[in-house]
Nanobody, 120 residues
Framework: QVRFVESGGDYVEPGGSVTLSCTGF????????MTWYRQAPGKDREVVGA????????HRAGPVAGRAQISRANHENRLYLRIDRLKVEDTGLYYC?????????????WGQGTQVTVSS
């Protein structure tokens, strides 16, 4: 059974940083590209960024471009997302899932997510 576990969410002031972590089970981690998503209150889930299976190719969506770092440690089955210079609009539930930039609308299985709240 494929499943994901996200962690690292926090309550952060604007301008701060957060590092999120994700691990997955039930599939071949080292050969699977991964994508980070987030869902703000009252909004659809959106892509934050993606990373290829090897980590050589990384895409960051517009809202976090220049502020986000995505990395992975395949020997630990871990995926990371670091966002710097956090903004209030970065608030939301953050999820990881398989694939490279798959539309969230096409995904039916999600982890519980990890909450990031940016507020002063």
């Amino acid at each position: 059974q494929v499943r994901f576990v996200e962690s690292g969410g926090d309550y952060v002031e604007p301008g701060g940083s957060v590092t999120l972590s994700c691990t997955g089970f039930g599939f071949s981690w080292s050969t699977t590209p991964m994508t980070w998503y987030r869902q703000a209150p009252g909004k659809d889930r959106e892509v934050v960024g993606a990373i290829s299976s090897s980590g050589d190719s990384i895409h960051r969506a517009g809202p976090v471009a220049g502020r986000a770092q995505i990395s992975r440690a395949n020997h630990e089955n871990r995926l990371y997302l670091r966002i710097d210079r956090l903004k209030v609009e970065d608030t939301g539930l953050y999820y990881c899932n398989r694939g490279y930039l798959r539309s969230a609308k096409n995904i039916t299985s999600w982890g519980q997510g990890t909450q990031v709240t940016v507020s002063s």
